[in-house]
Nanobody, 124 residues
Framework: QVQLVESGGGLVQAGGSLRLSCAAS????????MAWFRQAAGKEREFAAG????????YYADYTKGRFTISRDNAKNTVYLQMNNLKPEDTANYYC?????????????????WGQGTQVTVSS
């Protein structure tokens, strides 16, 4: 059974940084695209960043560019999201997702596995 477990969220002041981690287990992820989404209170879940598991290619939502970096450690089956220069509007629950194939784009429907999320709160 595939499990994704996020960690690294917390409370940070505006301008600060956090690194989120997503540990994957219960499957073989050598050919799965992975992504981070976020969901703020009262809003729909939105794409943040995705990474091609095998090749390291990445894709970002416009609002993250220059501030967020997605990376992965295949040996550890772990995906990271480094978030710098955080803003209050980045406050949300951040979710890790794994696609059945090597998809890493913004379509939520293409992701079959989801973690429980980790809360990020940015104070002004």
């Amino acid at each position: 059974q595939v499990q994704l477990v996020e960690s690294g969220g917390g409370l940070v002041q505006a301008g600060g940084s956090l690194r989120l981690s997503c540990a994957a287990s219960g499957g073989t992820f050598s050919s799965n695209g992975m992504a981070w989404f976020r969901q703020a209170a009262g809003k729909e879940r939105e794409f943040a960043a995705g990474i091609k598991w095998s090749g390291g290619s990445t894709y970002y939502a416009d609002y993250t560019k220059g501030r967020f970096t997605i990376s992965r450690d295949n040996a550890k089956n772990t995906v990271y999201l480094q978030m710098n220069n955080l803003k209050p509007e980045d406050t949300a629950n951040y979710y890790c997702a794994a696609a059945r194939g090597d998809y890493y784009g913004s379509n939520r429907g293409r992701y079959d596995y989801w973690g429980q999320g980790t809360q990020v709160t940015v104070s002004s």
